[in-house]
């Protein structure tokens, strides 16, 4: 007996999204920003400066972490897709992920004083591993469900550029967190930072729980397929997934762009303390959330003229002229970093936030793009899985880069025991690794995405397609 194929409804509506729905989805780009942030800029200066820690072990239990957050998510995404509650697919998991994230941030920096190396590296394991996992669980069913809402090429795009204006505004706290926890105040650094991850838990909850009240999903379409509604094998949905060349020419373009600059992103503190400041940890944490606040504050102000420049020369153009302004400004960072004018280090910002800020709005909204395209060759939508696959091939390449950072790090021969007696050559390593590895990634990242398919023209067609009156066995 024939069935109908999917409405319009199922592919998310044409509609504009409404404001309350943008508000409350841009939540999702305040927790990636948290979420790939926080922990790192904390890390090295508690578990290293302050504790001892190898610098090597942090990063390895870093990128364990994002390991596990990277399996993850495609088991999330399949099993968000194929959920059916009265609370729908999606909502269930993201407010037990907002729960295990607070909780278990809040957690991860209560350390005893003088519990030793063994303690610290296990109790860091097991509460980070505890947090990426409430990441995924909030941010794999949530990205899904902004492709559910915005069904049109450049809805999507003004959709993400919310989420982008959060990632940017949570941005300019995570950078302060190390110097807040070092206040007078507190009587020390590890009671502050045990202040810090209680107040920053808290409200990672009570602002997650936000989206999970406010969106409604949309309901299934009665006349889809009985093909497309029946549940799906993990591994089939998997196995079709990777064989969808586009989708793996983008996420390794995406691999190799925050790859190259996650490896590199605790290397600007130790540039500043032990090359711009002499040694001067205050002045050098100072100058990061000063950084991190410029950075952020110009990243924030180019969104609106990134959905513009989308809207006028298309999405694949823009992540093109992004992915080369961020690689143009890794390669200036080895000479604005400067001891002779500390402050010029944000003249960077430049270039680097609107690039950045570009890339980040643009692949949430080329990923509903491509859930459309691969509806167009497999009919069925997989909003989560798919997000959760090009999340899963990206973070594999950020867990990497958490053990890259350390072995870098001890590349350059840098002993933190030795203070500010550092190795001669040490810090002109830090910064060759600083500005040359992004350079290079971005610039590879950006040969990859030459000839990608997907243009504005392409989705429509596809989108016309999948949208005409059809039937199915």
Known sequence: MPHSAPTPTDRGST???????????????????FSNTAPVYLANPIFNLALGLNPVLIGTVLAVARLWDAVADPFIGHLSDNTTSRWGRRRPYMAAGAILMGVSFAAMWWLPRDAGQSFYLGYFLFTVLSFYTGVSLFTVPINALGIELAGDYHERTRLF??????????????????????????QGVLTGVRVVGCVCGTLLILVCLVPVLMLRERPPSAGATVAATQREPFLQAMKIILRNRVLLRFSLACLLTMTSLTTVSSLGLYINIYHIFHGDKVAAAAMM???????????????????WVARRIGK?????????????????????????????????????????????????????????????????????????????????????????????????GFDAALGDHQPPGT???????????????????????RGYPLTR?????????????????
Not at 163 to 186: C, D, E, N
Not at 298 to 306: D, K, N, R, T
Not at 358 to 380: F, I, K, P, Q
Request: hydrophobic share 55%; aromatic share 10%; with cysteine.
């Open 161 to 186: 550029g919310w989420s982008g204006v959060m990632h940017k505004i949570v941005g300019f706290t995570t950078g302060w967190l190390y110097p807040v926890a070092q206040l007078a105040v507190f």
């Open 316 to 412: 694949h153009r823009a992540i093109m002229l992004a992915l080369g302004m961020v690689s143009v400004s890794a390669v200036l960072k080895f000479v604005l970093y400067t001891p002779a004018a500390p402050y010029l280090q944000l003249a960077t910002s430049l270039l680097h936030a609107p690039g950045l800020a570009a890339y980040l709005v643009l692949v949430g909204s080329m990923t509903a793009d491509l859930v459309d395209y691969d509806e167009s060759l497999n009919g069925r939508r997989r909003e989560a899985l798919i997000g959760a696959a090009n999340g899963w091939i990206t973070k594999m390449g950020i867990s990497l880069s958490f053990i890259f950072a350390g072995l870098v790090l001890s590349a350059t």
């Open 289 to 307: 959330g000063v950084w991190g606040t410029t950075f952020n504050a110009v990243a924030l102000l180019s969104i609106p003229g990134v959905m």
């Open 427 to 449: 810090v002109l390593w830090m910064r060759l690794f600083f500005c040359g590895i992004p350079a290079l990634g971005t610039a590879t990242a950006l040969l990859l995405l």
């Open 15 to 33: 509609a504009p999204v409404r404001p309350h729905e943008r508000l409350a989805f841009s939540v999702f780009g305040g927790v990636q920003q």
């Open 457 to 473: 023209e392409r989705v429509s067609e596809i989108q016309a397609t999948l949208h005409a009156p059809k039937t199915a066995v």
